[in-house]
């Protein structure tokens, strides 16, 4: 069992909120106003390619199935009941009676055959991946969805509740002027209609971005009252996360999200505020770059006893009390824990100093080397890890440089594979183990997060993954994928770290799922 | 040369400089690391997908056939679309600039109105307790980083006593003005310090001056002694200083801009270098080049009015 600590917080919130239904018959209104500190960019799902905006799409789009609180599996969204049939080759769904977009026109099965194609054209944005399986949508019927697939896709069911999957109405879409899917999308983000809990109402960019109560939504909560309770969410953008923590306390917006690390004890302590760490499938780890040569020299880091000297020597506990004050907790594999199929129990290398130096004494490198590590410039986080490492390593015998430098020339020394060391984080986007298993591990994709790793066993696992419908094989299949990349992957694993987000006392049913997607369906402002 | 003809020389020379602007910001946003499509996908980025966004962008062009098209585009008054939030540029200047227009002319307005009176106090009782404690207290403003600065004021007068926001930006023109009041002050406190400065010396200088003691010698009235031969001549200097502290004024407002949510150009400016967003970049910076052009040109007419010399 390891996903003790997502269970057991999910459970307590359905109980809490089970409990306050009973005891407070209440007005569950308002206008909830939460501090971001980056504005979305642009509101497509299907378009889109930052957290900014898949963090909030769903508010304002719904898709045939809904992640679950928890973020493990999928339960009923647009669609009531869902089937794989024993092939694993078609889906079948049934389309909820009754539901409309939110200028009250009917949602129909053209609208998820137009939203689906779309979701799957290889030429429209960067997510047409989680749909690859899918050869046709059909519509057999007024309330049922086909969809065929062209081999059998164990992720189906989660990508189908993934923010790219959303049903847009068709004939709105494409009544908007402009000739391209982009300039259509454009057009029509800007004055949306939804099918989620909320639709937008007005957006100063870079200011604040207002979404009001769909009063065509389709789901009741556990109180029989209509979806969603709130009037409506204001986003407000304050970047500098001393000035959002300042305007949460001082009570002018109800919710700030991101706060730092370095903040999180005060805040608890602040009998004022519910300071709450979302479980979340957000883990740090430092890339190593392992191909045999860089820049025409030996590459200490392609040998794989340096690679676990170096885990060895990294001390995780101090890094994780350092860099996140005690927040966040080791990594047991390169996955989240709150990741499906995920195994491990505890660090996968423990702090082990001695073993670190036999390991190096045995390596191709028994006096050491030097080496550069690239870390985002003003990211606090990603300084204190290499400040940390810097000193940590220097025990084994490796001289660490630190870079700073901005994303997008990290980004480019990263996908040119010419960077030694990076710092990363990763956030999955769907329930599943593959996404993630994808960028680090399965060398066609991208090289294993470019580091030119390879591995044939694990290549060929994951093939065979993508397509096994046996749910035990396939949790085998992970298992042994895990067990590699974590003992010779081209990674340091550090910890994972939950979503800090500060409410006031009376914001209640405000929750973050695993994947980042902030849900405000069943959020209300308690008054007295 | 009269002021017209002076003015029109002074409008004429703008036209290389925005040239030679053009030049420069096209060069320099391509010069930095990366691309907008790795800047945009970040870690996932697939090699397949960035060809194809580079591909729609035309960034797979030669270098050449893209400035050709830019210089086109920007004299037809097209800006061209964010990479990032796809709606047209000029549509983003026209609701981020004048809000950091107004900034500046707050800071600029607070910094003025607190440095010319006090430098005057500071020069007319220099060195006695008076100047040392004007020029210590700007001392000390001048020293503090603007963010710290902002901090502060934000905590004191925002969350404790509550005379103003939290930052953040109102609705309609008093309430920004009310939002945009912390903001002025902190990104004045540099500018103001550095005024009060120079214009004491100036007018430490003026006040030695032989026409200032043949004017004295005449029997005129202190008062028109005061403001039509020491201040007159010793804003001179100040006010150049005072133009080309524009620019610096609306660089300030970055960090201004992001410490109190104001949602202004400096902020987008930011986000877009960072997002490799090529045609906001190349936007903005046409737009404040333009901007503190004109400033420059008011400076110069200010200038001109002052001293009649300028224009000889």
Redo the contacts between chains.
């Keep these: 069992m390891t996903l003790t600590r997502a269970k057991v917080l999910a459970a307590a919130a359905t109980v809490l909120m089970g409990t306050t239904a009973l005891v407070q018959a209440q007005e569950r209104g308002g206008v909830m106003t939460f501090g971001r500190y980056a504005d979305s960019l642009f509101l497509d799902p299907v378009l889109n390619d930052a957290n900014v905006d898949i963090w909030i799409l769903s508010n304002m789009y719904d898709t045939l199935l809904l992640p679950t609180a928890d973020g493990q599996s999928v339960e009923a969204g647009l669609a009531t009941d869902w089937s794989v049939s024993d092939d694993g080759t078609v889906v079948t769904l049934t389309l909820r009676d009754g539901i409309t977009f939110s200028d009250g026109s009917p949602i129909t099965t053209e609208d998820v055959i137009w939203s689906l194609d779309r979701a799957r054209n290889p030429d429209n944005g960067i997510w047409n991946f989680l749909l690859s399986a899918v050869s046709e949508v059909t519509a057999p019927d007024d309330t049922t969805i086909e969809i065929q697939l062209s081999q059998p896709d164990p992720a189906i069911l989660p990508a189908l509740s993934v923010f790219n999957t959303a049903i847009l109405p068709k004939d709105a879409f494409e009544a908007m002027p402009g000739e391209t899917d982009l300039e259509k999308a454009t057009a029509f983000a800007e004055n949306p209609i939804g099918s989620g809990p909320f639709v937008l109402e007005s957006w100063d960019r870079g200011s604040t971005l207002k979404l009001v109560k769909n009063e065509h939504y389709w789901a009741d909560g556990e109180d029989g009252e209509k979806l969603p309770y709130l009037d409506g969410v204001t986003f407000e953008i304050i970047p500098d996360d001393a000035t959002r923590i300042l305007r949460l306390q001082s009570g002018e917006i109800d919710g700030a999200e991101l706060i730092p690390f370095a903040r999180v004890a005060e805040l608890e302590a602040d009998p004022n505020i519910d300071m709450e760490l979302f479980p979340s499938t957000r883990v740090a780890d430092i890339i190593l770059n392992v191909r045999p040569e860089l820049d025409g020299e030996a590459n200490p880091l392609s040998d794989e006893k340096v690679r676990q000297a170096m885990n060895y020597a990294t001390n995780k506990d101090a890094i994780i009390q350092v860099v996140t004050f005690g927040v966040g907790t080791p990594t047991s594999s390169y996955m989240s824990s709150t990741t499906p199929l995920h195994t491990g129990d505890g660090a996968v290398f423990p702090y082990d100093l001695e073993q670190a130096q036999r390991l190096m004494s045995e390596s191709e490198y028994p006096d050491g080397f030097s080496a550069s590590i690239l870390t985002l410039a003003g990211n606090q986080d990603e300084l204190g890890i290499a400040t940390a490492l810097q000193q940590m390593w220097s025990q084994i015998g490796i001289d660490l440089e630190i870079e700073q430098v901005d994303n997008a020339t990290r980004t480019e020394q990263y996908r040119n594979g010419t960077f030694q060391m990076r710092a990363g984080a990763w956030t999955n986007d769907i329930a599943d183990p593959s996404q993630i298993t994808s960028y680090f591990a399965y060398s066609p994709t991208i090289d294993a997060l470019h580091s030119g790793w390879k591995s044939e066993e694990v290549d060929s696992l994951f093939e065979a993954s993508q397509s096994e419908m046996d749910e035990e094989t396939r949790a085998e299949q992970y298992a042994r994928i895990q067990e590699i990349y974590n003992q010779t992957g081209p990674i340091i694993l550090l910890y994972e770290t939950p979503y800090p987000v500060a409410l006031q006392q009376n914001v209640k049913g405000f929750y973050q799922i695993p994947l980042g997607n902030n849900i405000f369906r069943e959020t209300y402002l308690e008054t007295e | 040369m009269s002021l017209p003809a002076f003015l029109g020389r002074r409008l004429l020379q703008l036209i290389p400089t925005l040239i030679f602007i053009l030049i420069v910001v096209f060069v320099l946003v391509r010069l ?4 907008p499509a ?10 397949a ?2 060809e ?1 966004i580079n591909r ?1 962008l035309g960034l797979d062009r030669p270098l050449p056939v893209q400035f050709w098209a830019f210089v086109q585009s920007v004299f037809t008054g097209n800006l061209g ?1 964010s990479i ?4 047209p540029v000029t549509q ?1 200047i026209w ?2 600039l004048p809000i950091t227009m107004l900034l500046t002319f707050m800071a600029a307005l607070i910094a003025v109105v607190v440095a010319v009176p006090l430098a005057f106090v500071a020069a007319l009782r220099r060195d006695r307790i008076a100047d040392s404690a004007i020029r210590g207290a700007f001392q000390v403003g001048l020293s503090m980083p603007v ?1 710290y600065v902002g ?1 502060i004021l ?2 004191v007068f ?2 404790k006593l ?1 005379w103003f ?5 109102g609705d309609g023109f008093v309430d920004q003005l009310y939002h945009l009041f912390l903001p002025a002050v902190t990104l004045a406190l540099s500018l103001s310090a550095i005024l009060m400065r120079n214009l004491r010396s100036a007018i430490i200088g003026v006040v030695d001056a032989e026409y200032v003691t043949f004017a004295r010698a005449k029997g005129l009235r202190p008062r028109l002694i005061l403001f039509r031969h020491i201040l007159r001549n010793a804003l001179i200097s100040t006010l150049t200083l005072f133009g080309l502290s524009i620019g610096t004024l609306l660089g300030g407002a970055v960090i201004t801009e ?4 104001v ?2 150009a400096g ?2 400016m930011i ?1 877009s270098i ?3 967003d090529y045609p906001v970049v190349q936007g903005l910076t046409i737009a404040l080049a333009v901007l503190v052009s004109l400033t420059f040109l008011l400076t110069d007419i200010l200038q001109a009015w002052l001293d009649p010399r300028v224009t000889r």
């Design positions: 930095l690391p990366g691309d790795s800047a945009i996908l970040g870690d996932r980025a697939l090699d997908d960035v194809r729609e679309n990032s939030m796809k709606i983003l609701e981020r963010f901090l934000l905590t925002g969350a509550r926001p939290v930052g953040g930006y992001s410490v109190f949510a949602p202004g902020r987008l986000d960072y997002g490799r």
